[in-house]
Structures are given as C-alpha cells and as structure tokens.
C-alpha cells in the first residue's frame, strides 16, 4: 500500500473518491475508504464518497475476438457470449458498488456512484487533476514487473496528479 | 481484432515485410536452394504476423499462399492445389457439427441434465463442469463447447449470487476452460490443429520420399485420448487444491438448472437429426481409412443441410469460414518448408551432435507449449512441427510420433487469456484474473509436458506406435 501525506482538508465539504474498475478491487480498500471518510469527518466536515466504477470492456471485446478469430466461431455464437460477459460485469459492479453503500450506510455517509465503460486510467487521471477530492482511493492492477519498469506505473501518474494539482491524500492498495 | 497496442502493429505490419525481404535478399548460404530461402522468408513473415496479429489469421495464411509462388518458393499450381487438401475438408465438417450441436440446442440439453443430476455439493458441481466440458470435445471442437458452457456456468454463478472473489465461482468458470483445453486433446474432431498437424505429417512424408501410412481417427485417439484423460485429473486436482469449496447452498443453482431444463421441451426433430448424424459420422471414421475422413465429415455437413437440421444462412453464422483460409494457407507454408529442402537446412546448422532422442521429444513438446501460451494453436503447429519431424528424425524419433507430440502439447495451455479461447472468455468475464491462472497454470502445464513425453517414451510403444527408429 502507499499513501500521500494529506495536505487539505475542506472545514465545509470533503469528497472521497474511491475508484474501482472491473480489474481494480479489493474488499480492504473499500473499508479503508469508510475509515477514510469518518477520519474526515471527526474534523467537522460534511463528508461524502464518490465511487466511480469503470467497466473495462477490453476484456469483453476480447474475448469475443478471441472467439472469432482464434476460435472460427460466427456471430452468433459470439453475440450470446459477449452478452454473458457483459452480463457477468454488470453484477460485478452492482455487487461491488453495493458493498460500498452497505458499510457507508450505518455511518450515514451518502455515496454518490458514477458509472463508466472504456479505460480506468484516463478517466481515473481527468478527475484526480480536478483538485475536488480530498482523499482518492484505488488499487493497483496486476502487471508484470518488467512492464512496470519499463513503461512506469500509470497509477503512480495518478498519484503525482492528484497531488500536484489538487493537493489530494492518494491510497493505493494491492488487489484481493 | 489484435491484442496488442496500435504501435506493436505497426512495428510488426512493416517489420514482418522487412525481415521477410531481408532474408530473401541476403547471399544464399551453402546447402540452402533459393527456393528454401524465399520459402524461409515467408515463413518469417507469417510468424510475425502470426504472433503480433496486425492482420487477422486468415489474412496471414493468405499471404502466405500467395508469396510462396510470388518469391519463387514452390510453383503456382503447387502452392494452390497444397491449400486443397483433406485437413480442410475435415475442419470445415468439424466446426459444421459443432455449428449444429449450438444451433439446435443439443448439446445445452444435454449439458443442463447433465450438471441437473451431479449438483449435491460445490465439489461435485464443479468436477461435474469439468467432467462435461472435457467430454463434450469428444464430439464437439473445443472452442465450440466453450462458448457453450459458459453462459451455462455465469448463470450457475448469477444464481448463486457469487461474490467477485469467490473461490467457487473461479473454480467453475476454470472448471469450463481448463475441462475444454483438457478435452481439446481428445479426438481429430476435439480440435482443428490435430488435423492439422495430421496432415503436415503426410505432406512431411511425401515430400521427403518416405512411406508410411497415414494416421486414421482411432489410431491417433489411442495416442492421445490417455494424456487427455490424465490432463483431466490433473486438472480437477489442482483446481480442488486452489479454490476449496466455501460451503454454499447450492439449492438456487440447482433451482436454475431445474428452470432451464423446464424451459427445453421435448427434443426437437433438429436435434434428434443431430444424434443421428454424429451418431452415423461418429461409425464411419471409426471403420473408414484415413484418407476417408474429409470425405464422411463432408458427407455429415450435405446431410446435416439435406434433412433441414440446419440452414446455410444459419451455419454461415455459427462458422467464421477464414478458418478455411488460416489452415489452407498454413498447410501450404509449413509443407513449402519441408518441399524446398529449407528445414533440412535449418535443423543441418541448430541441431547440436549427439543430442539424446528422449531430449530432443521433451525440448519440442516444451517448445510448442511455451509458443502455444502467446500465439494461435495453429500457427505454433505450423511454425515448430516441420522442424520438429526433421529435427526428431536426426535424433532417431519418427516423425509419426512427432505428428501426436506436437499438437497434444499445443494442448497445454493453462495460463494465460492469449493462449487459447476458453482461457481468454473467463478472463472476459472480470472473475478470473491472472492470478488465478499464472502460477497454477504453469505447474499445470508442466506437469502434463511430463505426462506426454512418459506417454510418448514408455506407453506408445506398447500400444504399438513407435517412437524411436
């Protein structure tokens, strides 16, 4: 896990946003969003969490390429598959994003949920330069070590945005 | 669709032609004709495009084709009529049967009474998965059963509302996968690269002016059906050893399946058409030579068209017909090697002395494996199995068993999204992850290359296939 020092906090509104993807998630990152948001809110700041939840439909798209291309299957074949798979991700995400409202319920923590499709880190990288969020949370994804070295760690980029702009708390944690 | 990033195709849609070009321009080396060095050439090109897919297989293989008289490799007519050969017939019959199987709903019945009859416990629903999806490739190729099973198994996790991180709910989609890739190994009608390679072997032998006889359906399932079928335990071991069960109530999964069995009716007259063709198709490449086989899997297709089981337009959506064209293609390059003297060249300057045979069989199993995690069956197939029957001959080992070696373990991939469909759909569905597959996968996959070549050392011979020379 790494973190940011924290640096700002609203006295009026403070925003937690946690980010969570089809490849990004972990039950301990959620509680630590909630640990994160009444640490907020024992200063006397009204707080809420943001979630937003990317569907990755890379995977998805994919797999029904895969399945044609590697595979021979036709259309229709690939048309009930990728139904299944998209299916498969949209209960992923409401069961995810449900966990998240069940813990902040009892706290009366509200939670605003965004949902999006196409790719975590860009999306991810728009809202962590907007400076509105006090603490942002999200997991890394799973990439081979090389990769890492060589290419740099797009979460890393997250994190140096959101703190250069928006002088945010950054947590990144490893995935379940 | 490529899998990788736009810049890796471009680097690989210019730099295969480069390559390609640069081999085909560089002084000839001693003991290599100018035919052997286009056709080293072209195999060059479709390798990278193979691997890097800027272009879809099909296209691949096309070009292939038409490079090979285009650089003076083999002549026209003997590029075209390679791409008319019996392995094509009999994967067009191959993916018509299972176009069938889908389409009529014959084997999702008989996959829910199946699984409906074997849902007492997390274990045996999961080892009933397997068990199913392994079996069905009897009949049904691989990838077909595949995409058949897993909206099965994503309605069995849906039931039981499964949470992401569910070790049962990995555990049956891996179930599906792993039982196909098992399954895939099973007959010439499991996967298309098993005729392919069958076929590579005759070229391989008529090319080189050797006789044998070719290999017939029952003769190459004796071989391979076994490690199949140890692949399967295998298998179903390390999954019970990963994802223990979780102690869940399966009573929603079995009310599902209780729902979709509900929901199927009686047998329909398409799909008791369908038992009596495959039924019929299945008798017939059991009793017919080898050379037969294209010929009854076509004979099933015109049948499966003439009693109405199916229509064209509807088999025209079931089948993606560029497999035609990969394996046509494919054929036509890989033979083009062996024809121009181009692999004898190339193992005459890799092959070490005195290398044991027992090496040389474990060194290309391991090979097709490890490409067979990155790039298409087919395309591992072709690139290693010609180098593999001239290199085993040196060493003693015949290119017959080669021709088993090589696909059963194009068959053992476990680990990763890019090493075969199955692998990639589970991946798809956001459950799985690599670190599910990576590690276990790969012991998997070891333990099998094992399994093979003991197979392939100690057992072939005593079933009378012979091995060593």
Known sequence: MSESNPTHVSPEQATVLLALATSRYSAGL?????????????????VRIEVLYVDEDAGVRRAGATLKDDGFLGADPQESILE????????????????????????GIPVVVEEAVGEFSPLLEARAASGRYDVILLTRVQRPFIARLLLGSEDDEIARLARGEGEAKVVITEPD | MSSHSPWMDRVSLIGGPLLCAAILLAPTPDGLTVEGQAALAVMTLCMIWWLMTPVPLPVTSLAGLALLPALGALPTADALALFGNQAIFFVIGVFLVAAVMLRTGLSARLSLLFLRRLSKSEAQLCNA?????WGSCLIVVSHAVAAMMLPIVLSIVTALDLPARSRTARRLLLSMAWGTVAGSNLTLLSSARASLSLELYGQFLTDSGRAAAPIGFLEYSLASAPISLITLLICGAALAVVFPPEGLDLKPAVARLDQQVAALGPMSRGEWGTVAVVAGMLVAMGIAGPSWLGIVALLASVATFALRIVSWEEAERYVNWGVVLMYGGAIAVGAALTRTGAISWLVDNIMPENVPALVILLAVAAMVTLLTEVVSNSAAITILLPVAMELGLRAGITPRAMAWVAPIAAGFAFALPTSTPAIALVFGSGVVTMRDTVAPGTVVALICLGVLVLSAWLLWPLLGLAVVI
């Open chain 1, 84 to 107: 299944a798979l998209a299916e498969s991700h949209r209960r992923l995400a409401r069961d995810r994003i449900g966990q998240v409202q069940e813990l902040a319920a009892p706290h």
């Open chain 1, 30 to 46: 959620v509680r630590r969003t909630i640990d994160e948001a009444l640490l907020l809110a024992a200063t006397g700041a009204a």
């Open chain 2, 129 to 133: 998965v397997l068990l199913l999806s």
